[in-house]
C-alpha cells in the first residue's frame, strides 16, 4: 500500500489526484486511537496495546476480499464431492486415529462424540492444516475502518484484544482468515471469548497450536448450542413415489411415526421407525434434478449453529458418518 507522506512534501494539484488509499491514512490513525480509548475504559493494559496495535496498516487484500464475497453457484453435488472427497475421509480417519485417546475424554466431558468434533475440525481447517495467514489484529482492524460492516468488526477487534491481554495467545501467533476467524475450528474473537475452553488445563485457551484445546472448543459449542447425545445428526433416506417435494423444508418438522406413514424409509431400505422422535426431510439437490434426500433430526441444526447452511451441516454429518 502507498503511504501518504508528509503535507508540504505533496503539490495541491497531487493531492486532489491521490487515489483514496492514500487520503484515508490519516482516518486509520484516529480509528485507532479510539480503539486504543476505548480498550484502555474495558481494561486493556497499555503494555498489550502498545504491542498489538503498533504499526498495523490497513490490509488492501483484506478489503478485497471482503468485497468479492459472492453466493456460491456450486450445485448439491458439486459441494458434496468437492468437501467429502475421498482425500478429506481419508485424512479424517487418520485424525480420528491419531487422536483417539483425546477425543474420548473430550466425548466423556462435553457429551459430542468425537466424530463430530473431527469432521467440523476437517471442513474449517482441513485438520488444522490450513488455519489462515492474516494477522487477525490487522484483519479486523482494517474491516472495523472499512465501514461497510464497521461495527460488527470493530466488537470483534476489542475481543481480540481482550483475549491478547489475557494472555491465550500472542500477537504474532493470532493468525486466521482475512475476517478474523482464528485457529483450527475457525473461532471468530466473540466466539472464542464464549466457548474456547483450556481442555488440558494449562491456563490458556490456545486454539492455534494446542488439539486438546481446540477441539474441545468445538465440542463445547455443540454441546451449548443444544447438542442431544441420545440423537445422531440425520440419516440419507429414499423417499416414496409421489413424494411432495414442498414437504422437504427444515421448518416442516415432524414425527418420525408421520415420516413412516408417508412411506419414507432409510437409503437401506429398512423403514423409519415409528418414533415420537422428530425430524425434517431435505433435498438439497432438488434445484438440479438430485433427489437425494435426508432425514435430519435436532443435531443438524446444531451443526447449523457452527454455519448456517444446509450443505454445510449435510457435510458435516456425512464426513462424520465416514472417518469414524
Given at each position: 500500500?502507498?503511504?501518504?507522506?508528509?503535507?508540504?512534501?505533496?503539490?495541491?494539484?497531487?493531492?486532489?489526484?491521490?487515489?483514496?488509499?492514500?487520503?484515508?491514512?490519516?482516518?486509520?490513525?484516529?480509528?485507532?486511537?479510539?480503539?486504543?480509548?476505548?480498550?484502555?475504559?474495558?481494561?486493556?493494559?497499555?503494555?498489550?496495546?502498545?504491542?498489538?496495535?503498533?504499526?498495523?496498516?490497513?490490509?488492501?487484500?483484506?478489503?478485497?476480499?471482503?468485497?468479492?464475497?459472492a453466493e456460491s453457484s456450486l450445485t448439491?453435488?458439486?459441494?458434496?464431492?468437492?468437501?467429502?472427497?475421498?482425500?478429506?475421509?481419508?485424512?479424517?480417519?487418520?485424525?480420528?486415529?491419531?487422536?483417539?485417546?483425546?477425543?474420548?475424554?473430550?466425548?466423556?466431558?462435553?457429551?459430542?462424540?468425537?466424530?463430530?468434533?473431527?469432521?467440523?475440525?476437517?471442513?474449517?481447517?482441513?485438520?488444522?492444516?490450513?488455519?489462515?495467514?492474516?494477522?487477525?489484529?490487522?484483519?479486523?482492524?482494517?474491516?472495523?475502518?472499512?465501514?461497510?460492516?464497521a461495527s460488527f468488526f470493530r466488537n470483534?477487534?476489542?475481543?481480540?484484544?481482550?483475549?491478547?491481554?489475557?494472555?491465550?495467545?500472542?500477537?504474532?501467533?493470532?493468525?486466521?482468515?482475512?475476517?478474523?476467524?482464528?485457529?483450527?475450528?475457525?473461532?471468530?474473537?466473540?466466539?472464542?471469548?464464549?466457548?474456547?475452553?483450556?481442555?488440558?488445563?494449562?491456563?490458556?485457551?490456545?486454539?492455534?497450536?494446542?488439539?486438546?484445546?481446540?477441539?474441545?472448543?468445538?465440542?463445547?459449542?455443540?454441546?451449548?448450542?443444544?447438542?442431544?447425545?441420545?440423537?445422531?445428526?440425520?440419516?440419507?433416506?429414499?423417499?416414496?413415489?409421489?413424494?411432495?417435494?414442498?414437504?422437504?423444508?427444515?421448518?416442516?418438522?415432524?414425527?418420525?411415526?408421520?415420516?413412516?406413514?408417508m412411506g419414507v424409509a432409510f437409503i437401506?431400505?429398512?423403514?423409519?421407525?415409528?418414533?415420537?422422535?422428530?425430524?425434517?426431510?431435505?433435498?438439497?439437490?432438488?434445484?438440479?434434478?438430485?433427489?437425494?434426500?435426508?432425514?435430519?433430526?435436532?443435531?443438524?441444526?446444531?451443526?447449523?449453529?457452527?454455519?448456517?447452511?444446509?450443505?454445510?451441516?449435510?457435510?458435516?454429518?456425512?464426513?462424520?458418518?465416514?472417518?469414524?
Open positions: 500500500m502507498i503511504r501518504l507522506g508528509r503535507r508540504s512534501a505533496l503539490s495541491i494539484p497531487a493531492l486532489l489526484l491521490a487515489p483514496p488509499a492514500l487520503a484515508q491514512q490519516g482516518s486509520f490513525e484516529a480509528f485507532l486511537d479510539g480503539i486504543r480509548a476505548d480498550a484502555r475504559r474495558a481494561g486493556v493494559s497499555s503494555a498489550t496495546l502498545q504491542r498489538a496495535l503498533t504499526g498495523i496498516r490497513p490490509v488492501d487484500r483484506v478489503i478485497e476480499l471482503d468485497r468479492r464475497q448439491w453435488d458439486q459441494y458434496r464431492d468437492r468437501i467429502v472427497s475421498q482425500a478429506r475421509i481419508d485424512n479424517g480417519r487418520r485424525a480420528y486415529a491419531d487422536n483417539r485417546a483425546l477425543l474420548q475424554s473430550l466425548e466423556d466431558r462435553f457429551r459430542i462424540p468425537g466424530r463430530y468434533m473431527v469432521a467440523i475440525w476437517g471442513m474449517e481447517t482441513n485438520y488444522g492444516s490450513n488455519t489462515g495467514g492474516f494477522g487477525v489484529i490487522e484483519a479486523l482492524a482494517t474491516l472495523a475502518w472499512e465501514g461497510r460492516r470483534e477487534l476489542m475481543a481480540a484484544l481482550r483475549i491478547l491481554d489475557a494472555g491465550h495467545v500472542t500477537p504474532e501467533r493470532m493468525r486466521g482468515s482475512w475476517a478474523g476467524a482464528m485457529g483450527h475450528p475457525q473461532f471468530m474473537p466473540s466466539s472464542f471469548e464464549r466457548l474456547a475452553v483450556d481442555a488440558d488445563g494449562d491456563g490458556r485457551k490456545d486454539i492455534w497450536d494446542n488439539r486438546a484445546d481446540a477441539l474441545g472448543s468445538i465440542g463445547n459449542y455443540l454441546s451449548r448450542s443444544g447438542w442431544r447425545d441420545d440423537e445422531r445428526w440425520g440419516r440419507e433416506v429414499l423417499l416414496p413415489a409421489g413424494f411432495d417435494p414442498g414437504q422437504a423444508t427444515r421448518d416442516n418438522v415432524r414425527p418420525l411415526r408421520e415420516w413412516a406413514r437401506d431400505g429398512t423403514p423409519v421407525p415409528a418414533l415420537e422422535m422428530t425430524g425434517a426431510v431435505l433435498v438439497p439437490g432438488a434445484s438440479s434434478g438430485n433427489m437425494q434426500a435426508f432425514l435430519v433430526y435436532q443435531n443438524f441444526n446444531v451443526i447449523r449453529r457452527y454455519n448456517p447452511s444446509n450443505f454445510y451441516a449435510l457435510a458435516v454429518g456425512l464426513l462424520s458418518d465416514r472417518v469414524a
